[in-house]
């Protein structure tokens, strides 16, 4: 089944350390995105790519960084310069009919110890 | 700019019917949508609307759309204790492609 997967599921990280997070799809989506979710907060968009070898800064983007090599790959590296990373992510994709919306990835908990 | 604001709780008894209101200020986007968000998981597309309709029913949920006051509404009729979520209204930017969230609103379905 198509979908997209994120890795891992939980994450702990430690003050001063970078990690990166996994998004893979088997869609053959273009556009692919990463939100971070507060509670309270709703969804804020971190990065967007809406092609292979471009990407854009979301509202959030201070202290972390993408990639976009491949078609099915987008990660997320949260930086030690995102000063409060403990949060859900969460990634989407989308393809180019706009009345299918996004299509979520189950989200990575990154917590900092 | 664009912007999306839901109420934040809701709570019902099983068997009423749940209404969730949103309002958005693009007034140029073409779909709006409603997602379900149960805990720990990622968003699930339960359905959507695009701009020229007014009324969207889908099995025990209808979408109303009032484009004059920019006015979204979910109808969950028989809320069963399983629709307990967050709920988010989204419209899609015309200009961006990017869906704007609102903050999410946290249905609770009482037994």
């Known amino acids: 089944d198509g979908g997209i997967t994120q890795s891992p599921k939980y994450l702990f990280r430690k003050e001063g350390q970078n990690v990166t997070l996994s998004c893979e799809q088997n869609?053959?989506?273009?556009?692919m995105y990463w939100y971070r979710q507060d509670p309270g907060q709703g969804l804020r968009l971190i990065y967007y790519?809406?092609?292979?070898?471009?990407?854009q800064k979301g509202d959030i983007a201070e202290g972390y960084s993408v990639s976009r090599e491949k078609k099915e790959s987008f990660p997320l590296t949260v930086t030690s310069a995102q000063k409060n990373p403990t949060a859900f992510y969460l990634c989407?994709?989308?393809?180019?009919?706009?009345?299918?919306?996004?299509?979520f990835g189950s989200g990575t908990r990154l917590t900092v110890v | 700019g664009e912007d999306v604001e839901q109420s934040l709780f809701l709570s019902v008894r099983e068997g009423d019917s749940s209404v969730i209101n949103c309002t958005y200020t693009?007034?140029?986007?073409?779909?709006l949508y409603w997602y379900k968000q149960e805990p720990g998981a990622g968003l699930q597309l339960l359905t959507y609307?695009?701009?020229?309709?007014d009324m969207k029913q889908d099995q025990r949920l209808t979408v109303l759309l009032n484009k004059k006051d920019k006015h979204l509404s979910l109808r969950i009729a028989d809320t069963q204790t399983g629709d307990s979520a967050i709920y988010f209204c989204?419209?899609?930017?015309?200009?961006?492609?990017?869906?704007?969230f609102g903050q999410g609103t946290t249905l609770q379905v009482k037994p």
């Open positions: 790519s809406q092609i292979v070898n471009d990407f």
């Open positions: 693009d007034s140029s986007s073409t779909y």
């Open positions: 989407a994709s989308r393809r180019d009919s706009y009345n299918y919306g996004y299509t």
């Open positions: 869609l053959n989506h273009d556009a």
């Open positions: 609307i695009f701009s020229n309709m």
């Open positions: 989204a419209e899609m930017s015309s200009n961006t492609g990017k869906l704007i």
